[in-house]
């Protein structure tokens, strides 16, 4: 039995994730300052505007992450590609925390506006949150012991269905227009400001920075445990050290 290498990598990270990470910051403190010093005040909605920073951004990324779950899911069925299906998996556990924050700041920008956290007769309130259970089942499916192979290709289902959801959110206030509470959209009838806009937009950019470097350091994790599941744990730090040291990380 070999010993293992002394200079293990004690991170996943490398000089393109510290700068992914110290652009969130940025983005976020920019956020932060523009969301509550410069942007205006709705006329209708008054300061509950300044959650859509935070509630629009995280819907958006819902939505991609989940997409590269399908993606992966429908890769993994059709090759087996054992990257695709870490891609996959990887991103449904950011995505659901994205969609946990989409339905917690929907809630709370309702009640001022709707006067209520939550209707039940909303059908992107009721479509989003399926789409949550779905996803958590996913999770649920890719902890289960067992084959790993069968697993993955279980989790890749339910991957794809849930994904089935993703449309029928986007444009639920259009098809069934009688039975939400969400109103059409603020940003193609102009009826933001440009500060307000503008703020939104970059919410979305900095929420996207975030979520690849999210995917970046799980990505990497998950790769070094199935690694070691498989007993090439070895390779795997010596492809992850020459990554960190193209990059200019130290690992």
Not at 23 to 47: C, K, N, S, Y
Not at 100 to 120: K, Q, V
Not at 175 to 201: C, N, P, V, Y
Not at 229 to 234: A, I, K, T, V
Request: glycine residues 8%.
């Amino acid at each position: 039995m070999t010993n293992p290498p002394l200079d293990l990598p004690s991170h996943t990270g490398s000089r393109t994730t510290r700068l992914l990470g110290a652009a969130v910051l940025v983005g976020v403190v920019a956020m932060v300052l523009l969301g509550f010093f410069v942007a205006p005040e709705d006329d209708l909605m008054a300061d509950s505007v300044r959650m859509i920073f935070v509630h629009v951004p995280s819907a958006i990324l819902t939505y991609v992450a989940f997409s590269v779950t399908a993606v992966g899911s429908v890769i993994w069925l059709w090759k087996r590609s054992v990257w695709w299906d870490i891609v996959a998996h990887s991103s449904a556990e950011i995505g659901v925390i994205f969609c946990g924050l989409t339905l917690i700041t929907g809630s709370i920008w309702g009640r001022p506006i709707w006067n209520t956290y939550w209707e039940w007769g909303d059908v992107r309130l009721v479509t989003t949150l399926i789409l949550l259970v779905m996803m958590i089942g996913y999770l649920a499916v890719r902890s289960m012991g067992g084959d790993e192979s069968a697993v993955a290709t279980r989790a890749a289902v339910v991957g794809v269905i849930a994904a089935i959801n993703i449309p029928i959110i986007n444009r639920s206030v259009e098809w069934w227009a009688d039975r939400t509470l969400h109103q059409q959209s603020s940003i193609t009838d102009g009826k933001l400001e440009d500060w307000t806009l503008f703020t939104m937009f970059l919410g979305i950019v900095v929420w996207g920075v975030f979520y690849t470097w999210a995917m970046t350091h799980r990505f990497r994790i998950a790769w070094l445990e199935r690694e070691l599941r498989d007993g090439d744990l070895d390779e795997a730090i010596a492809a992850r050290r020459a990554e960190a040291a193209a990059s200019g990380g130290a690992s």
